[in-house]
């Protein structure tokens, strides 16, 4: 007997890029994502995701129209940068700067609106291990400061020449809050040391409410790794742990209270204030922070996460987005940008909206460190890379490259069965508008098509006839750009 076959039509109205690696793929709704890198929806239509480009900064702070872009010394790479805003005497106005740490182990910098092109020496104090930097406030003068694990603290205003302060212990961690500066000792990971509320470099120990001290937290949460402030409170991220110190009170010893216990590790360097709450990532998942509660933001890749170190991974929260630069297990055999290059640290950045809760994925970048440079004039996510990228600032962008290289686009669906396994399906046609240049690949277990679909302005009409009883349906590209609006799939479907 002859089979029967009745029309049936999938519509995507929209491209829904969330990734969903985590559950069954014949689960899926027809248009979210099995796997999703380097695209974003914008209007319904599926388009370039982010991309790099050679950071262009401001040639003057009266003519945005002059820009430049930074001379760089064969000498070293930057590896770290961090913003210094600050109120100049000399100058009489606000202003900020771009500090970095080279990997000749000197600092560097830049005003964000100045003309010159080069990173200027900051000093000839060569660091013996890699710094952390904290803004914070001295008789009224905004500074920066440096510490590490083996350097004592270097001091800079911006109108001076930075200056060490050997009384200082050696910290690997600092924050400043409530007029004073916290941090954690090189020599004792589980002692909190504050300084004196008169004067952030007095670090000698007192009775008085505005004197120095310490906090000591020895119990089974860890190690502590890294200081956070928010709204009212100092908090301590630790291997195993989070806890809080209360600094609203008037006491001159203050308490530590835990607050959260993590069967798994946390990956503390990943704790980014974002808003009213702090972000991070752990072993077995993404959370967020009030201050009060931990939760799990049940994100849907979480198998592209588990079983990969993060201790390189690093955040930045910038125009309403929190950015995560890790490394993913794609687990597929391309290799992609930087995943290339052999001691590739990192591979993928992802883009998670605060407010919408999506987010998109870039791979192959390597990233190791981010800074939100922003104010009324300009607004720019800067990048320092690992690898052959190493020898630049970069600037994010949505132009879907990584320099002048395209990055692979790809949007792969789940299986297609119209809720039956057994069945026959026969993926007639494709009706969508597409823009730009792509891919489209259908597979089933009896074969798999792929069709280059040209450039158009309107409706093309994409014969497929492909059977099976499971279909996957991906699109995919290395062209320039790419638009994809409102695909239809018609099927027939074995009665």
């Known amino acids: 007997m002859a089979k029967s076959y009745k029309i049936q039509r999938i519509s995507f109205s929209n491209f829904l890029c969330d990734m969903n690696v985590d559950d069954d793929e014949y689960s899926l709704n027809a248009n979210s994502a099995r796997l999703c890198y380097n695209t974003k929806t914008d209007g319904g239509a599926l388009i370039n995701g982010n991309g790099f480009e ?128 916290f941090a954690i000792e090189k020599d004792n990971s589980n002692l909190v040391r504050y300084s004196s509320k008169r004067n952030p470099l007095d670090w000698t120990a007192t009775i008085l409410e505005t004197g120095a001290g310490s906090v000591e937290l020895n119990d089974y949460k860890g190690k502590l790794r890294n200081l956070i402030s928010l709204a009212d409170n100092l908090y301590i991220f630790r291997d195993f742990g989070i806890s809080r110190i209360s600094t609203f009170t008037s006491k001159s010893n203050y308490n530590a209270v835990n607050i959260y216990s993590s069967s798994c590790k946390i990956y503390c ?16 998942g993404r959370y967020y922070f009030d201050g009060y509660n931990v939760y799990n933001t049940n994100i849907k890749f979480m198998s592209l996460i588990k079983n990969v170190n993060q201790d390189n991974a690093n955040t930045c929260y910038h125009n309403g987005n929190l950015y995560i630069a890790c490394k993913l297990n794609f687990n597929d055999n391309n290799l992609i940008g930087a995943e290339n290059e052999e001691e590739c640290i990192n591979n993928a950045l992802i883009e998670y909206n605060i407010s919408t809760k999506t987010y998109n994925i870039t791979r192959g970048v390597d990233i190791s460190c981010m800074l939100s440079a922003k104010d009324l004039f300009m607004s720019k996510l800067i990048i ?34 119209f809720e039956t396994f057994d069945k026959e399906k026969i993926l ?53 750009d790419l638009y994809i609006l409102s695909p239809q799939f018609v099927f027939n479907v074995e009665n």
Not at 432 to 461: F, H, V
Not at 464 to 469: M, P, S, T, W
């Open 54 to 181: 050679e950071l262009i900064l401001p040639a003057s702070r009266v003519f945005q129209i002059l820009t430049r872009k930074l001379n760089y010394s064969p000498d070293y790479i930057v590896k770290k940068i961090w913003r210094y805003a600050y109120y100049s005497e000399d100058n009489e106005r606000e202003d900020y700067m771009i500090v970095a740490f080279g990997s000749d182990y000197k600092l560097y910098y830049s005003n964000m609106f100045a003309g010159y092109k080069e990173l200027k020496p900051l000093s000839d104090y060569v660091f013996e291990t890699e710094p952390t930097a904290m803004s914070f406030r001295i008789d009224g003068r905004d500074v920066i400061g440096f510490v590490s694990p083996d350097d004592p603290m270097l001091v800079w205003y911006c109108d001076d020449y930075p200056y060490q302060v050997s009384t200082t212990p050696k910290f690997m961690s600092l924050c400043y809050h409530n007029n004073r500066l």
């Open 428 to 480: 007639k046609e494709i009706n969508l508008i597409c823009r730009k240049p792509c891919y489209i690949t259908i597979t089933s277990e009896c074969g798999t098509k792929t069709i280059l679909i040209s450039a158009k302005n309107e409706i093309q009409r994409i014969r497929v006839n492909l059977k099976g009883k499971n279909i996957a349906i991906q699109f995919s590209s290395d062209f320039d």
């Open 384 to 417: 320092c890379m690992n690898g052959e990228k190493s020898t630049k600032l970069w600037q994010l962008t949505n132009n879907g490259k990584l320099d002048t290289q395209n990055l692979p686009k790809l949007w792969q669906g789940g299986k297609i069965n």
């Open 269 to 284: 360097s990943t704790a980014c204030v974002c808003g009213s709450s702090v972000y991070f990532l752990a072993e077995d």
